[in-house]
């Protein structure tokens, strides 16, 4: 079955949240491609009229079913899959906020089948994302540019 | 004529470059929709496959032909326009690069019919976008973080 979303006539918008507490930061485990079985921040596409912020909110509800506030844009990466002929298969430009948790109960939808609350530096060593790694760097920049006096 | 902008299935993404030297930055009047007759930054639709930060630096090529340094992320924006049924017309998701020209002469192609560079507190006056004023105002506070010790 091809997704919609492969092979797309332009760039797709994802949208996420680099949800942090207590100096961790909540990833999931994805059950679906693109990066099937990798660790990520929860996200999923923009739609048509939606604000990006907004969206970003909606998709953490649903697949975390929790509220968080948006604190801050956090980071733009640019997510490039290519198949094995070299022709772009996804195209996501990926649009972070990083956010605060409102409540503490975690119920993942059908999109992931694990969460975990993670040190910034532990993420090296999971299957995750380069972008999840680039995101958690951006993630300890932006605490240690908080802690400036 | 309906361009393939309108009436997306998607968001698209648009990337631009507040380019800006000596305190003043350079926006373009606009010649066709959206946004016609506007002062706004130049930019254009991302490519699939591209990198936005590239693409930014492709558009003010084209648009300026100037050669720029990226400096960094300034800002991501929503502009959604609406036609008068209020069905979505036009979806970017504007993603705002700042930067740093690396020469002087600048030659506008068929897109604007003029340039000029502004100090950021001219722009209110100014036939502008909302995104555009929101654009400078994000220039103004990242230059005073800049001169922040």
Chains 1, 2 share one sequence.
Do not use: C
């Not at 491609?33 to 009229?49: D, H, I």
């Not at 956090?74 to 409540?103: C, Q, S, T, W």
């Amino acid at each position: 079955m091809r997704s919609r979303r492969e092979y797309p006539e332009h760039p797709l918008v994802g949208v996420g949240g680099l949800i942090h507490k207590d100096g961790k930061i909540l990833l999931i485990r994805r059950k679906f491609e693109p990066n099937k079985g990798r660790w990520t921040p929860p996200g999923g596409l923009l739609e048509v009229g939606e604000d990006p912020q907004e969206a970003a909110q909606r998709e953490v509800r649903e697949e975390l079913g929790l509220e968080v506030e948006v604190e801050g844009l956090l980071h733009v990466a640019n997510e490039v899959i290519k198949d094995d002929e070299g022709r772009v298969k996804f195209h996501f430009v990926l649009v972070d906020y990083l956010m605060r948790p409102l409540g503490e109960k975690v119920t993942l939808n059908e999109e992931s089948d694990e969460f975990a609350w993670f040190e910034p530096s532990a993420i090296e060593g999971l299957n995750s994302t380069a972008n999840t790694k680039l995101i958690a760097r951006k993630y300890v920049e932006a605490m240690a540019r908080r802690e400036r006096p």
